[in-house]
Structures are given as C-alpha cells and as structure tokens.
C-alpha cells in the first residue's frame, strides 16, 4: 500500500473524546499515511488535549475561534440561507490556509470532519476532498424538533433544520466522496 499524504481539516480538536476522528487520525498514522491536522479550537475545546493527537500527525496547525466570533457566525448566518451549524465554525484565516495547502504537489487527498468543518474546504480545489458527515445532521435535528425535553433545543433545531437538508441534498455533488457512520446516516443523505 502507498502511503497517502492527508490533509485533515476539521472544526474541533478530535480528542480521545471524539473517539471517530481521533482513531481515524491515529490508525491512519498507524498504517503509515502522513497527517497534517488543520483544526479549530472552539471555545468548548479551550482545554481539550491534544498531545497524543500532535503525536500522531506530521504537522498540526491550530486556528482559536472565539465564543464572540461563533456568536457574531451564527448572527451573520440567520440573515443567509445556509446551515448555522456550518456557520458557527467559519473561520476565514483557516480556510484560506486550507485552501493555501490543498495542492497535488502536496496533498493525496483533503478529509473535511462534519458539516461544521465543511466551509474550511470550500476554497479547496487542488486535490480530492472526502467530506466525513459522520451523522446526518438533519436526521439530528428531525429528532430533536419532535423528542428534545427544552423547547430553545426543539426551537434552535427546528430554525436550522430546512437550512441542513438543503445542504445535505446538495452535499454528495460538493464533494468527491461522502462518508457517514451508519445505514440510518446514510439513507437519510439518500433521501
């Protein structure tokens, strides 16, 4: 097997907590494909670890988005027609480094983590980008507009939920390849 040179982008540290993105990372590295982790750092992350994650990339670069920025994000957004949950995570300086990066001299392929991360691509067009949904995060949202137990939950959900599957119908056309973690994910994509 060709080792593969991955540029991995995505909207949060993957720490031991985010169990999928952080194996993901460490088995590629393990297989001997090399790594270079772009990643946010979200207010919620501020304290995440991430040595054994650095350990296993050959290069980390780390953008902080402030709880102001994500604020001012999601404000911007509601005027637009897009996601929130893909807004909340935009981060111009990130995404012009990604898009710097993303050359086939450089990188194999670009491996985008979930919708949040997914405008971290956009400038990308040098090489393969897989775009890893993990989850339909519309079938999330249909969930929780009809199950959650507070209703700014039912609210936020149902505010956003339109936005996610118009993006989530449009996303196997944006992306080379479109990966997600289960047949629900997938058949939810699928319809």
């Known amino acids: 097997m060709t080792a593969m040179r991955i540029l991995f982008v995505a909207p949060y540290v993957p720490p031991r907590v985010r169990v999928r993105p952080f194996e993901l990372i460490r088995t590629l590295s393990r297989l001997g494909h090399r790594i270079h982790l772009v990643m946010l750092r979200p207010p919620e992350d501020r304290w995440a670890p991430d040595a054994r994650l650095r350990e296993a990339c050959e290069r980390v670069d780390e953008?902080?988005?402030?709880?102001?920025?994500?604020?001012?994000n999601a404000g911007l957004a509601l005027a637009g027609t897009g996601p929130l949950q893909a807004a909340y995570a935009r981060h111009s300086g990130a995404a012009a480094h990604v898009a710097a990066l993303a050359r086939p001299e450089?990188?194999?392929?670009?491996?985008?983590?979930?919708?949040r991360g997914a405008g971290l691509a956009r400038g990308a067009s040098g090489v393969p980008v897989v775009f890893d949904a993990v989850d339909s995060i519309?079938?999330?949202f249909e969930q929780t507009v009809c199950h959650a137990a507070r209703w700014p939950q039912r609210w936020t959900a149902r505010l956003d939920l339109r936005r996610t599957e118009r993006f989530e119908a449009r996303a196997p056309y944006l992306f080379r390849r479109l990966l997600v973690?289960?047949?629900?994910?997938?058949?939810?994509?699928?319809?």
Do not use: N
């Open 63 to 72: 953008f902080p988005l402030s709880r102001g920025r994500t604020l001012l």
């Open 181 to 191: 973690t289960s047949p629900v994910d997938r058949d939810a994509f699928i319809r």
């Open 106 to 115: 450089a990188f194999d392929v670009l491996h985008v983590e979930h919708l």
């Open 138 to 140: 519309a079938h999330l």
